[in-house]
């Protein structure tokens, strides 16, 4: 299985706004993607505008899908604006 980690940081006045709208797209992306299988989104309790995710595709194939989707383009532009940085990390899930 691959792994994504993304984190956000985002302006604390636009923190309520992208967590909405992140959490709509793990739901589309859950309800679209056969190949997504978790999206779970977290926040930093002493940092509202800091959002973790931790999304498991079936492969990197699955995932570069994710990127393409329609729903994908259309959350990046929404959220581009207030997103202050965004750091993208891949995995390998190695279950045991």
């Not at 978790?38 to 800091?50: E, H, M, Q």
């Amino acid at each position: 299985m691959f792994v994504v980690t993304v984190v956000f940081e985002v302006g604390s006045g636009d923190a309520a706004a992208f967590l909405a709208r992140v959490r709509q797209q793990a739901c589309d992306s859950l309800e679209r993607e056969p190949g997504c299988h978790r999206f779970d989104v977290a926040t930093d309790p002493d940092a509202p505008g800091r959002v973790f995710l931790y999304e498991i595709y079936d492969d990197a194939d699955a995932f570069a899908a994710h990127l393409a989707s329609g729903h994908f383009r259309a959350f990046d532009a929404a959220v581009s604006p207030v997103v202050r940085s965004k750091e993208v990390g891949t995995w390998t899930l190695r279950p045991a």
